[in-house]
Each structure stands twice: as structure tokens, then as C-alpha cells.
T-cell receptor, first 115, second 110 residues
Framework: DTEVTQTPKHLVMGMTNKKSLKCEQH?????MYWYKQKAKKPPELMFV???????INESVPSRFSPECPNSSLLNLHLHALQPEDSALYLC??????????????FGPGTRLTVL | GQNIDQPTEMTATEGAIVQINCTYQ??????LFWYQQHAGEAPTFLSY????GLEEKGRFSSFLSRSKGYSYLLLKELQMKDSASYLC???????????FGPGTRLSVLP
């Protein structure tokens, strides 16, 4: 199994809603990542979890709250988002400890629209 | 700081060869990656260079010169399905920083 899965594929939410994005991998990877990607722009790193501990937070607003319940799962909790947060949210994982020599495997992404 | 540069758009003809350049200036360097991304889809890994030289993988080759902060991706025998964005990304030595360049949108025409 060399797949990273993400649910849902599409999400539309209002600014007062609370929702969560889910990412799962069963490759035994020990580092997992959240990226945000706007149209025609490269992915921007948001968070890195290494061995289920948050190791990098790229100054992301607190309305985004990551959670890593175990080594296979990564969640991104969303609350009080703004329309400019509408984007493709990508999850990725790497085999070892998140060292940048590891190839990142990406999930298909969640297309988020905030109304 | 991190600065990675790529041409914004390129156009080429089916069956031709195209070279996509990437220049970088980063505070650390632990390898350069190339990813392909079709519109609305996730990036998929193409190649990884950490030493100078050319890495060949089928129709795709990637070159790295660390002293020049320069890499290119060479695509041969272009096919219509190669129309996509091509992202170079640099892994920094410190921490787990992994920074993408702006991407090059390649259009392959018949």
C-alpha cells in the first residue's frame, strides 16, 4: 500500500462552521505534513508531525489546528475560517523522521471552499 | 532565507524535448526534488538529486549543479499527458524544511 488517502475530497463550509480534514497512510511513515495550495501556486508548508509530535508550525493562524492521533492518522481541524482560506489542502508523508532527503508521498487533497 | 526560481510557463510540441530550469538560493541544502502536478491533482515524485550530475529515469532526466545552485528537468519524446505543472523543491539541511519553487506550467501541443 503506497497510498496516502484524504477525506473529504471536497468541502464547503461557512465562516462559523467547525469541520475537520482527515489524512491516512499505512506505509509506516513516521512524518506527516499539511500543505495549503492556492490556484496556480506551489504548495505551502503548514505543519509537520514527526513521530506523532508537532515539529514545525509555519506561523499558521490558530483557526487551523492539527492533530496526530497515531502514526497513521493526521487531522486538520478548522474553525472560523475566512474566504481566503479556500484552497487545496494536501497531506503528505515521508518514510523516516521527516528529514528532507525523504521523498514525500502526497494524498489527492481536499478542495476547501469557505463561503 | 529560501529563494527558488523557475520559468512560469513553457510550451513545446509533442515528440520534442524540453528543459525546465530551476535556480535556488537556500540557507541549507539537502537535495533537490522534481514533482509533476496535473491540474487539481496532488504532486507526484519524479526525481531526486543530492550530488552533482545527471540522473536519468526513462523519458525524464534531472541535472544538478550545487556550486551554481542550478537544476534542470529534461523531458524527452513529449506526450500530451506531460502537460502539467513541474515543481522543483529543495530540502534544507536544518529542520524539516521542504520548500517548493513556483512551478512551471508546461503545455504540450500536437
Amino acid at each position: 500500500d503506497t497510498e496516502v488517502t484524504q477525506t473529504p475530497k471536497h468541502l464547503v463550509m461557512g465562516m462559523t462552521n467547525k469541520k475537520s480534514l482527515k489524512c491516512e497512510q499505512h506505509m509506516g511513515h513516521r512524518a506527516m505534513y499539511w500543505y495549503k495550495q492556492k490556484a496556480k501556486k506551489p504548495p505551502e508548508l503548514m505543519f509537520v508531525y514527526s513521530y506523532e509530535k508537532l515539529s514545525i508550525n509555519e506561523s499558521v493562524p490558530s483557526r487551523f489546528s492539527p492533530e496526530c492521533p497515531n502514526s497513521s492518522l493526521l487531522n486538520l481541524h478548522l474553525h472560523a475560517l475566512q474566504p481566503e482560506d479556500s484552497a487545496l489542502y494536501l497531506c503528505a508523508s515521508t518514510p523516516v523522521s521527516g528529514d528532507s532527503t525523504d521523498t514525500q508521498y502526497f494524498g489527492p487533497g481536499t478542495r476547501l471552499t469557505v463561503l | 532565507g529560501q529563494n527558488i526560481d523557475q520559468p512560469t510557463e513553457m510550451t513545446a510540441t509533442e515528440g520534442a524535448i524540453v528543459q525546465i530550469n530551476c535556480t535556488y538560493q537556500t540557507s541549507g541544502f539537502n537535495g533537490l526534488f522534481w514533482y509533476q502536478q496535473h491540474a487539481g491533482e496532488a504532486p507526484t515524485f519524479l526525481s531526486y538529486n543530492v550530488l552533482d550530475g545527471l540522473e536519468e529515469k526513462g523519458r525524464f532526466s534531472s541535472f544538478l549543479s550545487r556550486s551554481k545552485g542550478y537544476s534542470y528537468l529534461l523531458l524527452k519524446e513529449l506526450q500530451m499527458k506531460d502537460s502539467a505543472s513541474y515543481l522543483c523543491a529543495v530540502g534544507a539541511v536544518y529542520g524539516q524544511n521542504f520548500v517548493f519553487g513556483p512551478g512551471t506550467r508546461l503545455s504540450v501541443l500536437p
